[in-house]
């Protein structure tokens, strides 16, 4: 039997959309499952808040924890002004996640493995800092890379550090997310395909000692769980962090 | 290193006796705990930023990666495009190599963040 660990991963064209020029718009299982995550979401949000108890049902609870989780983490790191950028940062926070436990069912695609999705999430970022940056402070925003109390003589030389920090920022923003994913998803496939592995060409022994690898994705799967729902919290958090630069650039 | 000079003082005295062991092993531990603070307080306003510590962990993993990759990239750019090669890309791979370490201690809460620079 071909093990493919790669395979899960395909981009897969269902339907064309459009067409611009000599490139072809076309609706992806990528963009499916996308839809998926915000109808999701959309239906959990709408569900949970449409009953209003002051004593939450089950899902309401939910939402509030959901709520409440996010604006501690806005509030924690980018103060209070930070809650102007509240949507924003509940609205990526929601998709990663979403994302990320939808690519969790068997036989589904994990969007977030794609790190052009990854990327678009992190350059959103990276641009709305920059643009709200530029648009609240001015050029006064580009003393962000100026730091204070630095001799003359090694500031150039600083300077350029600091750009480069932050030019490496949506790099290390998208990779990490995708990079935990793909290699998660990786291990959980191959760990496995050695249980069909063993049992096809070992018969009832190899069915027996697949016990061991089957062992091994449960584990890992219980560990895939926590990463899904920690990348997307390192992911809002790192949003956090960086649009308090915008905020609270440099003083 | 101010540890460093203690550190010798403590160790010209002669251990005699019992009493003379165990005032130098309460100094030791008061030494340890002074140690210890600073690396707890320099994690303390990071700690209202990342409450889990698996979650700076992953933060931590990609960020010198990326300066090094984004350094790497723009100096090949630069060379490319200015025929300067190959100093651009020793240059700004030293650059991004220095970006990645000041992004990692950043993330670990070694070195303020900027906005907290005054």
Redesign the interface.
């Known amino acids: 039997m071909a093990v493919d660990p790669i395979h899960q991963f395909q981009i897969q064209n269902l339907f064309p959309v459009a067409k611009i020029g000599n490139t072809e718009i076309v609706f992806t299982n990528s963009a499916a499952f996308m839809f998926a995550a915000v109808l999701g979401i959309t239906v959990f949000l709408v569900g949970a808040t449409s009953g209003r108890g002051l004593v939450p049902s089950r899902l309401q609870s939910a939402a509030e924890i959901a709520y409440e989780f996010v604006a501690t983490t806005v509030r ?2 980018a103060g209070n002004e930070g809650m102007k950028f509240f949507p924003f940062v509940f609205t990526i926070f929601m998709f990663v996640l979403a994302l990320n436990v939808i690519g969790l069912i068997p036989y589904s695609f994990t969007v977030t493995s794609h790190i052009i999705v990854t990327a678009a999430l992190a350059l959103t970022v990276f641009f709305t800092v920059l643009i709200y940056g530029l648009i609240r402070h001015g050029l006064h925003f580009f003393n ?1 890379f100026v ?2 109390g630095v001799p003359i003589y090694i500031l150039p ?1 600083i300077v ?3 750009i ?2 932050f ?3 949506p ?2 923003h998208s ?2 997310l995708f ?2 994913m793909l290699a998660g998803h990786i291990t959980l496939q191959v760990f496995a395909s050695f249980i069909i592995l063993l049992g096809t060409s070992l018969g009832v022994v190899g069915w027996i000692g697949g016990a061991l690898p089957f062992l091994m994705v449960v584990l890992l799967f219980a560990l895939e769980t ?1 990463v899904a729902f ?2 997307a ?2 992911f809002a ?2 949003t ?2 960086y649009l ?2 915008a905020i ?4 | 290193m101010a540890d460093g000079t203690r550190g010798k003082g403590d160790r010209n005295e002669p251990p005699d006796d019992e009493a003379a062991l165990s005032a130098r092993l309460q100094r030791l531990g008061k030494r340890l705990a002074q140690a210890n603070r600073p690396s707890e307080n320099g994690s303390g306003p990071r700690q ?3 409450p ?1 510590a ?2 700076r962990g ?2 931590l ?3 010198l ?3 090094v ?3 790497a990239a ?1 100096g090949w750019l630069l060379d490319r495009w200015l025929g300067i090669s190959p100093w651009g890309l020793i240059v ?1 791979l030293l ?2 190599f ?3 370490v ?2 990692v201690m ?1 993330g670990a809460g070694i070195v303020r ?3 907290l ?2």
């Open positions: 924690s790191t962000l730091p204070k030389l350029a550090i600091e480069l920090s030019v490496s920022r790099v290390s990779v990490r990079a935990n926590l920690l990348q919290y390192v958090i790192l956090c962090i308090n630069d609270h650039p440099g003083h | 209202t930023a990342d889990s698996i979650a992953f933060r993993s990609t960020e990666v990326a300066g990759l984004v350094g723009i700004f650059l991004g220095a970006a990645g000041l992004n950043r963040e900027r906005h620079d005054e």
